[in-house]
């Protein structure tokens, strides 16, 4: 395998800057997009590692890595970690979901080779010590209690379950409190050893920049930690497995809430399915904003929930769509009923060609708003690379969208809205309240 890097330019956008992409020899792919109007740069690690790539042994392992990352290395203190940044002013974080887990830095353009030193460190070089996973347990302890006094965050999780049950798309991103006690630092330390390799990442940075210092950068911090091992990229996510999901799932959790909190929804489309433009305007059209059929049906005509809408989550093979609703107990049924009534008559009916219209304006907006800063642009790089195909650019987007017609809505409508319902109750409930829920 040949120890030369790999470069080419992939866009020059006129909403954007110039997006560049380096192979290097050990499979780490480098994105970058000059945008020299800025005076900031975000720079972020993409490890396609998430919680679906856990056994039940070690849920929540990836949240956990994402915690100790930032507790120390050979070369910092988890103080110098954060002080240096914000010594210069700039921020860093890290976030972990079902797919991937993101590292990432905010800075000024001038200090970008500091972020890059800084996170490039904790991401391949991370010492886990005994006395960290001890703390950073109780630490992650506290914050699963935490979001289960957030039924509102919670009842997400229980229709996720209630669709995947037991496949890894169906736990929760934390772990259990039993899984987090139970992992041991050599569970972590091999988790980490075993998936943190240059071939599973993707590096993007945004910004006032240079894409050759970028590389150089980036290329000394990896070869430093010992990642200078000739390797191909990795493989993109399989788009054909088939993911076992059920349908027609009731799932009460008695809890004593002032409101009660209800998830109805279905399997739905996967990450790059042909209609998933489609279905984000028809998300918008159902209840993506105020403007909305539920909103205006169940908050601004019946003053029946203060909050309500709707969703869609995508996974490389399988996806989610449902409807979000807080109520008082007693209005729950109302609710229900008119959540069931109104997508089954967009089922059966379809919506109006201006529905459409402002579903695909909402969409649009979305995109173009969403990449004022450079921290979003980052992030299209590194989903971009790592989750996709093909690396759209915002005109790419917005083309996709345009093309969206109100026959393919109302027929992504008819085929969507008629699948086999789900549905997820927290409240001072059991299940016999809902035993006649889904008709």
Not at 424 to 434: C, L, N, R, S
């Amino acid at each position: 395998m040949t120890s030369r890097a790999s470069t080419q330019t992939l866009s020059d956008d006129p909403l954007g800057g110039t997006v560049r992409r380096t192979v290097l020899p050990n499979g780490l792919r480098i994105l970058t997009e000059s945008i020299p109007a800025m005076r900031s740069a975000s720079f972020g690690v993409w490890v396609g590692i998430g919680s679906r790539d856990e056994t039940p042994t070690l849920s929540g392992v990836s949240h956990f890595l994402e915690h100790l990352l930032f507790k120390g290395t050979k070369r910092r203190s988890a103080l110098d970690i954060s002080s240096q940044i914000e010594a210069v002013g700039g921020e860093t974080n890290a976030f972990t979901a079902k797919e991937y887990t993101c590292y990432y830095a905010r800075v000024l353009d001038a200090d970008l080779p500091l972020a890059i030193d800084v996170v490039c460190d904790l991401v391949t070089d991370s010492v886990l010590a005994d006395a960290d996973v001890e703390t950073e347990r109780g630490v992650i302890l506290e914050e699963i209690a935490m979001h289960d006094d957030e039924p509102g965050d919670e009842v997400h999780d229980v229709f996720t379950e209630a669709i995947y049950g037991n496949h890894p798309l169906g736990r929760q991103i934390s772990g259990t409190v039993s899984s987090i006690s139970a992992l041991s630092r050599k569970q972590i330390d091999g988790f980490y050893r075993r998936r943190y390799l240059p071939s599973t990442m993707v590096v993007a940075a945004a910004g006032n920049l240079d894409h050759a210092k970028v590389v150089r950068a980036v290329r000394a911090a990896f070869d430093r930690a010992g990642f200078s091992d000739a390797a191909a990229p990795g493989e993109r996510r399989s788009r054909t497995t088939r993911v076992p999901a059920r349908s027609g799932q009731v799932v009460v959790r008695n809890k004593d809430t002032e409101q009660a909190h209800l998830v109805l929804g279905c399997v739905g489309y996967p990450r790059q399915h042909d209609n998933r433009f489609a279905l984000g305007a028809l998300n918008n059209v159902l209840g993506g904003g105020m403007s909305s059929r539920l909103f205006q049906q169940i908050r601004e005509q019946r003053g029946l929930a203060y909050s309500v809408y709707s969703f869609t989550s995508q996974y490389s093979d399988s996806g989610l769509f449902g409807v979000y609703a807080g109520c008082a107990p007693g209005k729950v049924e109302e609710v229900l009923d008119i959540t069931r009534a109104e997508l089954a008559r967009v089922a059966a009916d379809g919506v109006s060609d201006a529905e459409v219209d402002r579903g695909k304006g909402m969409l649009k907006g979305a995109v173009v708003l969403g990449l004022e800063d450079t921290g979003s642009r980052m992030s299209r790089l590194g989903k971009g690379e790592l989750l996709y195909d093909e690396m759209l650019s915002v005109d790419d987007v917005l083309r996709r969208v345009d093309a969206v017609t109100p026959e393919m809505v109302r027929e992504v409508a008819a085929e969507l809205l008629a699948r086999p319902m789900s549905l997820a109750v927290i409240g001072e409930f059991d299940d016999q309240d809902f035993a006649g829920a889904l008709g």
